[in-house]
């Protein structure tokens, strides 16, 4: 769930070549929701506290990626998802990361 985990989690999400969707990335106050282009619908809602990092691909410098716990409950330790973005420059690849950070440090005390 660190921020190491990034450099094998990012290239092992892209090596599955999942269809790639377009979506809204929203960073609110005190979650991340991904929203579908076309529609209002929500696709998913990561409130910070279960955010466990967020970090750039080092190949490409508009790739980004969260881990967030998938399984926070199970008693033999929590498991993540590693959820990986394209953003339309490496300028928006900054800020998204840099908006994330400032949620975590905001909502440290929600928890």
């Known amino acids: ?5 990034l450099d094998w989690a990012i ?11 377009e979506v809204l990335f929203d960073v609110k106050e005190t979650e991340v929701l991904v929203r579908e282009k076309t529609s209002p619908k929500i696709l998913c809602r990561y409130p910070y506290p279960t955010i466990s990092c967020v970090g750039r691909c080092v190949d490409s410098s508009n790739l980004f990626a ?14 993540f998802d590693c959820l ?5 420059s490496e300028q928006e690849c900054e800020e998204i990361i840099r908006r994330i950070a400032a949620g975590f440090k905001h909502t440290e005390w929600f928890v």
């Open 1 to 5: 769930g660190g921020k190491e985990v």
């Open 11 to 21: 290239p092992t999400v892209l090596e599955r070549h999942s269809a790639a969707r």
């Open 84 to 88: 990986v973005f394209a953003s339309s």
């Open 66 to 79: 969260f881990c967030v716990a998938a399984s926070p409950e199970s008693p033999d330790g929590s498991t």
